[in-house]
Structure formats: C-alpha cells, structure tokens
C-alpha cells in the first residue's frame, strides 16, 4: 500500500473512493473546490487501485478532517490509521498546533479509530446529521493535540 498527496486533477478518483464509504458520496467538483481552499489537502491510498482517501485542512495554528473513507474491501487492515497519521503529520508541518473532526456519536469504528489514535471528545453538536430516515444523529467534536502524539 502508498500514499501519496493528490491535488484538484485526481478529484475524480478521489470521489470514487468516497462513494464506496458514504451514500450519497461527495463529488469530484465539491472535491474539486474544497481543495482550491487555503491550506486543503488530500491523500490517497492505493493498492493496485485507490482503496482510500483523507481530506484535511490547515489554518492559522488549527487543522481539521474533513473527511476520511476507506473503501469496505480493505478496511480493519491499518489504512485509515495509516492515512489519518500521515495527515496530521503533514499539519503538523504546517505548524498546526491541534486537529479537529466530527463524527457522528453512533460510528463506532470512526470513534474507535479516532480514540485510538489519541482523539478525545470536546464538544457535541446536537442533531447535526440528518439520516435518511429523518432521524437526526448527534455529532462528536474530537481534538487532537499535535504536540502529544508521535507522529
Ligand atoms: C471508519 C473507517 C475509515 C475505518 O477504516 P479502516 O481502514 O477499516 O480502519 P483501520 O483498519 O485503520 O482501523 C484502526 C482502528 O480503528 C478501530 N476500528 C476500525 N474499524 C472498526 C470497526 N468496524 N469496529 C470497531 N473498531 C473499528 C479499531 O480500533 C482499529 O484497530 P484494530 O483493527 O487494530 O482493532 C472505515 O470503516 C470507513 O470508511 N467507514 C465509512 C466512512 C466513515 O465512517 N468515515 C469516517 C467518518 S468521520
């Protein structure tokens, strides 16, 4: 398995591996824009194909996942571990001091992986997802601190 930083050009693939994680997936023109957006970036991971993809933000002192998706063939083998470390090194390298997320309180191998790695909840947004069915799920607010993990 690589990883690799990826740009506005490989949106299309990008988005593929995000429709096999979420319905509906993101598109590669919201892809697209998201990373024409100060201090965004992606990474891919690929096998003989694309198997999963994180994308993240850098700003003033602050980072944050705004997504991350493993395609269901090749999860519980590391990659999202793999691509959410590699991501908050490289914030770290663009002297981020914390990293953010939201997932929803019910995901509990996003909340796993996330504690895991040294996430801990700072907040909750009420309601903040509105499934299919109408239900609406509340969202956990995890920090990082950069400082305090080995990256
Ligand atoms: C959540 C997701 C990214 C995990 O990807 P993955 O590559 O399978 O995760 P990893 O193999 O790196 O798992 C790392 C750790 O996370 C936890 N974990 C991952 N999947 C889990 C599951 N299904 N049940 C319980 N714990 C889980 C475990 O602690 C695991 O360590 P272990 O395998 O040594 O027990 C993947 O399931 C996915 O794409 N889901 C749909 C999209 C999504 O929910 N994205 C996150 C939104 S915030």
């Known amino acids: 398995m690589t990883l690799r930083a990826v740009g506005r050009d490989e949106a299309e693939t990008l988005a593929a591996v995000h429709w096999q994680a979420f319905s509906p997936g993101w598109s590669a023109a919201e892809l697209s824009e998201l990373l024409e957006g100060p201090g965004t970036y ?3 991971a690929e096998d003989a194909d694309p198997v999963g993809m994180i ?3 850098a700003v003033a002192g602050e980072a944050e996942i705004l997504t991350l998706a493993v395609v269901p063939q090749a999860r ?3 990659l999202a571990r793999a691509l959410t470390l590699a991501a908050a090194g ?3 390298q663009a002297k981020a001091e914390e990293m953010f997320l939201e997932v ?3 995901n509990l191998a ?3 992986l996330y504690e895991s790695i040294g996430f801990r909840r700072a907040g ?3 309601g903040y997802y509105d499934r299919d069915d109408g239900v609406r799920v509340d969202a956990a607010v995890m920090r990082l601190d950069l ?3 080995a990256l």
């Open 42 to 44: 992606a990474l891919l």
């Open 55 to 57: 994308l993240c933000r």
């Open 76 to 78: 519980r083998q590391g």
């Open 90 to 92: 490289l914030a770290r």
């Open 104 to 106: 929803a309180v019910d």
């Open 110 to 112: 996003a909340v796993r």
């Open 124 to 126: 909750l947004r009420r």
């Open 147 to 149: 400082n305090s993990v």
